[in-house]
Each structure stands twice: as structure tokens, then as C-alpha cells.
């Protein structure tokens, strides 16, 4: 393979979504902030790429997200390769092109969905932007299935996963593009350890406290702590925060509860005071160096795709207690084909009991199926591992492309 050398450092640039000066639309009216996106975004990122070339900086492809489609009909213009890059799962990704392309049912009504490359599922295992879109809206809908309307003219599309984790629906999807996993996006440090300097992710929406965590993990015996959140979005009803709140007090295990400081006056009065033994409430946590401790054994997760990697590649067993959006459908994952947790029931007014928090803690804590558990997240994660070390899947993936565009530039500028 020839060489090629690449720039050491990477700038950033800006483009506008129209709402500069704020005041954007409400979330009930979504759909006017993407309309005026589409309409602004656009054209600031062709004056960008008209600012790059006559700087000597050329673009040669735009890599996008799918929310912004129209990022390809640009790089098109341009005569430029464009690549779209999936942050949800092959599997999510497969539902919602599937009902974009209207073969199913909205909203599902059989008891058994059959979805190619899939395993059987029920309407609650799908996204809740298909399985109760008329709650969250038809706009909302709509956008997420319009991922999909171009999709077939990209020339690469990426997705946040590997091969060994979605092998099923992988084989499917690349018989109808040209699908590359280049996942999973997690620090070097926590997997394959080939970059020294990657230890984070650069940014977190709030300040982590991360001192006392560690020292508190650290007087803990292994396996001994159950990690609660529910990550940066997703709001806790009243009265699912005290079913958790209680279902933690009655396990009588040692918890690290995180709860954004927008939900602590939703924890049920004096808790903190009374579980200070053996709990640890923060507003918000470094989670990839809490997963990673050893002293944690068990993830109580709402299932956001990020959560799901980051606990599937640091081998934590999981109970999955999923809000909305592609959540359920990752839980259904975790609980039945990855077998790496337990989905917890609701009852038939959506709340988790105590009762059943109590009983899914100590399953995966002390029960054979933590047992089980724990050997298939040994599994996943030396699968994840391999995935990006030199040579895996990922990196293959990555490579690939890399060369293909450097040989683009080469031919671009001899010409």
C-alpha cells in the first residue's frame, strides 16, 4: 500500500443553522428549525467549501450526519464523495428504513414483527418514533425516517458498530449498500490502548465529578457497585425517580447514582441522608472511568446507544430500564442476543416497581445469570477490542477508506 501523509492537526470550522442569535423554535415546531437548517446549512457550507479551495485546502468529501441529508446533495454539487455516518445501531438503522420505505406498518399492530436481518420482535421493542409515533408527533417521525431518502446515493456509509456485534444484520444491509462499521467510537485507552493520548472524548455536556467517584469506587470490594444513569437528556418521572430511589435502598447493595441536577428535587425527601453507607448520589460522572473500575458490577442504563457500547466494551453487565427513541430497541438487544443484562418490566402504567429494580439487581449481582452475564461481557468486549486493534474489522473499514480518498486527492492533484 503506498504511503500518504496527512495533516497532524484538524481545524474546525462553522457552519450556520439560521438561529445565530438564538430564539429557535420550540421542540412541538421541529420542523421549522430543520427546514430553516436545511436552507441556511446549505449555504454556508458551500461558501465554506468555496473558502477552503481558494485557501489551497480543497475538500474531497463531506462526511455527514443522516439528520442533515442534505449534506450529500451539496457535496454532489460540488462533484465531491459524500459519506454518511450512523450514530444508532445497523439494527435501528434497519427499522426506520424499513418503515421509510413503508414495508412496515405504522404504528405496528402484530403481535410478531419480522424485519430482514433481524430476530422476531414485539411493537415494544421497536423505536418509540415507530411503535407510539403519534404520541412524539408525526414531524419527529418524519424526520427520523427522512435518514434514509438519499441514503442510496452516498458513497460510503459508516455506522458507529462493529461486525462480530451485528453480524446478522450487517450480511443484510451490505447487500443494499455499501455499509462500513468503523466502531466502536470509544477512547483508544479503554480497548485496543494504541493511542496513549486518547483517554477521553474531548467534551461532556457537564462537569463530571470525577475525584470523589474514584475514591469512593476505589474503598469498594470488586464487582460490588451498581452504576445508575440515565444520561444527559432523559427526564425521570416523580414517580419512577422514587421507585428507583426505593428499589436501590432495598437491595442493600453499595450504588452510584448520578441524577442531573435538574432532577434532584425529584428524589424522594431524605434518601441521600439515609443510604449514605452504601450510596453515592453525584449530579453528573467521567462514566467510561466509572464502567472501567472494578469495583462496579452492575450498569443501570436507559440504553442510549452510547451507554450501550461503553458498557458492552467495558464487559458491565446491565439492567436496562429504556425512556424512548432507539432505547428500547437496544435493550431488547442487550436482554436477548447480546445477553449482556436484564430488561426490566414495567407495569401497565410504564413505571419499573421497586420490587422489580430489587429483583433485576440481584439477578445480575448474584444470581446465575450475572454469572452468565459476566462471561459473554468477557466475550464482547475482547470482540470490540479486535474490531479496532490493527488489523480488526473497524480498522480495516477505516483504512479502506483513508486510502481510497488519499488516492482520490493524489490523481485530483496531479490532474
Known amino acids: 500500500m503506498q504511503d500518504f501523509s496527512f495533516p497532524s492537526s484538524v481545524s474546525v470550522e462553522t457552519i450556520s443553522d439560521g438561529y445565530d442569535e438564538g430564539n429557535t423554535p420550540s421542540d412541538e415546531n421541529i420542523g421549522a428549525y430543520f427546514m430553516m437548517f436545511r436552507h441556511v446549512g446549505s449555504q454556508t457550507l458551500s461558501n465554506l467549501i468555496e473558502k477552503l479551495k481558494d485557501s489551497g485546502c480543497p475538500v474531497d468529501c463531506i462526511i455527514y450526519d443522516p439528520f442533515l441529508p442534505w449534506g450529500l446533495d451539496v457535496a454532489k454539487r460540488y462533484g465531491l464523495k459524500g459519506g454518511v455516518f450512523f450514530t444508532q445501531s445497523c439494527a435501528v438503522n434497519n427499522i426506520y428504513y ?18 430482514p436481518g433481524l430476530p422476531k ?35 460510503w456509509i ?28 470509544i477512547p483508544s485507552m479503554y480497548l485496543d490502548k494504541r493511542l ?26 470488586t464487582h460490588s457497585v451498581i452504576y445508575v444513569s440515565f444520561g444527559s437528556i432523559a427526564q425521570v418521572g416523580l414517580e419512577q425517580m422514587e421507585e428507583l430511589a426505593m ?21 424522594p425527601k431524605n434518601f441521600a441522608k439515609e443510604t449514605s453507607k452504601n450510596g453515592l448520589i453525584v449530579s453528573w460522572s467521567s462514566q467510561l472511568e466509572i464502567l472501567a473500575h472494578e469495583a462496579v458490577g452492575c450498569f443501570i442504563s436507559h440504553c442510549g446507544w452510547n451507554s450501550t457500547l ?12 429504556p425512556h424512548w427513541t432507539d432505547q428500547t430497541t437496544n435493550a431488547k438487544f442487550i436482554a436477548d442476543v447480546w445477553q449482556m443484562g436484564i430488561k426490566a418490566r414495567p407495569d401497565v402504567k410504564g413505571i419499573v416497581s421497586r420490587e422489580e ?18 462471561k459473554n461481557g468477557t466475550k464482547w468486549k475482547e470482540f ?8 480488526g474489522s473497524s480498522d480495516k473499514n477505516i483504512e479502506e477508506f483513508v486510502y481510497t480518498l488519499a488516492s482520490l486527492s493524489t490523481k485530483l492533484d496531479v490532474a
Open 357 to 374: 429494580i430489587d429483583k433485576c439487581i440481584n439477578l445480575v449481582m448474584d444470581g446465575d445469570n450475572g454469572k452468565e452475564i459476566r
Open 158 to 185: 459508516f455506522v458507529n458498530s462493529f461486525y462480530k456485534l451485528e453480524e446478522k444484520v450487517i450480511d443484510y444491509m451490505t447487500k443494499l449498500w455499501p455499509v462500513k462499521t468503523i466502531g466502536p467510537t
Open 98 to 115: 424499513h418503515a421509510f420505505k413503508g414495508v412496515l406498518k405504522l404504528p405496528p399492530s402484530d403481535s410478531e414483527i419480522v424485519v
Open 310 to 321: 461503553e458498557a458492552l466494551c467495558l464487559g458491565v453487565p446491565m439492567v436496562a430500564m
Open 247 to 267: 428499589g436501590l435502598k432495598m437491595s442493600n447493595k453499595n450504588f452510584l447514582l448520578v441524577v442531573r441536577k435538574s432532577e434532584e428535587d425529584k428524589l
Open 121 to 155: 420482535m414485539e411493537p415494544s421493542d421497536m423505536p418509540s418514533f415507530i411503535s407510539d409515533y403519534q404520541c412524539h408527533g408525526y414531524k419527529r417521525m418524519e424526520l427520523f425516517l427522512d435518514q434514509f431518502k438519499n441514503v442510496g446515493e452516498a458513497d
Open 196 to 221: 496513549h493520548d486518547d483517554k477521553e472524548y474531548g467534551l461532556s455536556v457537564f462537569k463530571p465529578i470525577t475525584d470523589s467517584c474514584m475514591k469512593w469506587l476505589n474503598e469498594k470490594p
Open 384 to 391: 470490540a477490542r479486535e474490531a479496532i486493534d490493527e488489523g
